[in-house]
């Protein structure tokens, strides 16, 4: 494991493939959905060893306490030798459930119109940054 001093968290985010580009941890950075101990952190923040940041993506709040820091990005199987996913199955099981409420069709209507898709995506960018809505 190489362990490269002084990395950003937006570097550090997009070696450890939690964003697909380094422009979007920054921004995710920037917009308060990066946090450690509650607070947001900013993208210049300095990664350390054992430090527990919790990241929101979309709908999933994923938590994740630092291993090490590579060199490069890195390739998807070795992934988990640099972080360690804290993040509860039951969140997973939330984010899925999520998904499934809003894009569940019964048998036999068909696909859904031009119109539908457009509700279902405005309802899943609506309510995929709030969670009030599951407590019905």
């Excluded at 990241?55 to 640099?82: D, F, H, M």
């Excluded at 036999?108 to 279902?120: M, Y």
Aim: with cysteine; net charge positive.
């Amino acid at each position: 494991m190489e362990n490269a001093l002084n990395t950003r968290i937006d570097k550090w985010l997009w070696m450890v493939r939690l964003f697909k580009t380094r422009s979007m941890a920054t921004d995710a950075c920037n917009a308060g959905k990066v946090k450690m101990n509650g607070n947001n952190l900013k993208p210049s923040k300095i990664v350390k060893e054992n430090e527990v940041y919790v990241v929101r993506i979309g709908a999933l709040e994923k938590s994740v306490q630092v291993i090490g820091t590579p060199k490069n990005r890195v390739g998807a199987p070795l992934v988990p030798q640099y972080y360690t996913d804290l993040t509860p199955a039951e969140e997973y099981e939330r984010v899925k459930l999520l998904h499934m409420r809003f894009e569940y069709r019964e048998h036999g209507e068909g696909r859904p119109t031009k119109r539908d898709r457009r509700q279902i995506e405005y309802i899943k960018n609506y309510y995929g940054e709030d969670d009030d809505f599951l407590e019905y």
